[in-house]
């Protein structure tokens, strides 16, 4: 599906009246008290005291923002919550920014609610280490992926005021129109249905709505980014036959296939291979900042003609060109200390934090997260763009000044109408592009269904 209504001339003007104050309604805090961040700060609060025109206009667009905001279905595809829920004891009711907090996150039900959010895909993350982990371990991988699936149905239940399951399209507007957020889950990590169609099936049962075909890992079917310059794993050139095979099985029972995580090559194969729409469920651009986690420009607009959504990853190792650099010398810095000090964890991560700081280039502006939406809404489409947080999945000071918790969403509404963005292609950007590919997939399902059933 092809769909280009965004016209950037018409967001020029804009543009260049609007770009020296991209700072200055970043209302949260600044965590890492940086010179340029207080001499910002200081000037925020001169700028929005004062009575100049400038002012009066720009609290005129935060409060035509906020109101188109709360107007919309904000969805997030990845939220990473789910690992400091099971492994620290954390609990959505918790103020998880509170500084006595013993768990600090990005994610709780009060900034949710803060944040406008009507829709959270909870990332049933998988780490590839429970491949191998005995039961007495928490292991294995489909174990795992059980064990975190309670975790939010225990959240659900504990929450039934603010959260409420859902498994359609449909029930997300309803349950989004009733007050309550939307809670759905997707798999991260392929490895976790252990090769099996069953397993997918009885996954898709349990209210999984997508799947990561892999994590950092490639798995027996796909290939991940994560190690395909490794040369002790064995690669499959992209998908293995099961590999399509577990692609047109999530074409049939209606799962969306999210490529997020995938081999470049993995990627155009599920393109070739795929029925529905596809997401990426936390994916940002390569063109911008040169990570091979993020998509290349063709990539973009393979999921425009494909029909899916790019959802953009809000972590700033990948949108800052500076930082991405620097992520991907510290993946080849890790493994070489791991050879080091194999049995040293501690020592590994001590000094790879220390590396970290020593090279740190300083907070990243919003406005790099808002050139990275803007970027896949001029290369795949403005249909194909969305938002993918990666809310606790990343360092805990990995994003961008005024994107520092998921209270902080409302900013990008504001951001997108600073750069002349329409609220229908707003709301698009919010959530609707997903939700049509969410009724999408669905529409496909049953249409494959009922020409065919699975005989494996
Ligand atoms: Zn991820």
């Known amino acids: 599906m092809l769909n280009r209504s965004f016209t950037p001339s018409a967001a020029i003007c ?19 008290g940086s010179q340029k961040s207080n001499a910002q700060n200081v000037r925020q609060a001169a700028s929005l005291s004062s009575k100049t025109p400038s002012t009066t206009d720009d609290a005129a667009l935060r409060a035509r923002a906020n109101k188109l905001h709360r107007a919309s279905i904000v969805v997030d595809t990845h939220n990473d919550i789910t690992s400091p829920l099971i492994d620290e004891g954390f609990d959505l009711g918790m103020s998880g920014d509170d500084p006595a907090a013993k768990v600090k996150t990005h994610t709780d039900l009060r900034r949710m609610k803060a944040g406008g959010l009507g829709a959270e895909f909870f990332a049933v993350y998988v780490g590839k280490e429970f491949v191998n982990k005995k039961p007495s371990e928490g292991g ?63 996954f898709y049962n349990l209210g999984v709505r997508y799947m990561t075909l892999t994590h950092t890992n490639t798995n027996d079917w796909a290939d991940s980014e994560g190690d395909i310059n490794n040369r002790n794993v064995q690669h499959h050139n992209g998908l293995t036959d099961l590999g399509r095979d577990i692609v047109h099985e999530m074409n049939r029972i209606g799962m969306m296939i999210d490529i997020s995580h995938v081999a470049d090559k993995t990627f155009y194969d599920v393109i070739a291979t795929t029925h529905a729409p596809v997401i990426a469920s936390h994916s940002s651009c390569r063109a911008i900042a040169n990570h091979s986690r993020n998509m290349t420009d063709d990539m973009l607009r393979a999921m425009g003609k494909n029909g899916g959504v790019v959802m953009v990853n809000f972590y700033d190792g990948f949108l800052d060109p500076r930082k991405a650099e620097l992520a991907l010398r510290s993946r080849t810095l890790e493994d070489e200390l791991k050879a080091k000090y194999p049995d040293d964890p501690k020592r590994v991560q001590s000094e790879l934090d220390a590396w970290r700081k020593a090279n740190d280039p300083g907070r990243t502006p919003l406005s790099v997260l808002i050139d990275h939406i803007d970027h896949v809404a001029k290369v795949a489409g403005i249909d194909h763009v969305g938002l993918g947080s990666d809310f606790d999945g990343v360092p805990f000071t990995g994003l961008p000044e005024g994107m520092e918790d998921i209270s902080k969403l409302p900013n990008i509404t504001f951001e997108l109408m600073k750069r002349g963005y329409s609220d229908a292609d707003i709301k698009k950007v919010l959530g609707e592009n997903l939700l049509r590919v969410m009724s999408e997939v669905e529409r496909v399902a049953s249409e494959l269904s009922s020409n065919r059933a699975s005989s494996k």
């Open 140 to 202: 294995g991988a489909a174990r795992r992926a059980l064990d975190v699936i309670d975790a939010v149905n225990e959240q659900i239940r504990r929450h039934p005021e603010s959260l409420e399951k859902a498994s359609t399209a449909a029930d997300i507007r309803r349950i989004v129109k009733s007050g309550k957020i939307a809670a759905l889950m997707g798999i991260e990590g392929g490895h976790a249905i252990e090769d099996s169609l069953r397993t997918l099936r009885a």
């Open 14 to 32: 804009l543009i260049a009246i609007f770009s020296a104050g991209s700072l200055a309604f970043v209302s949260g805090p600044v965590s890492d």
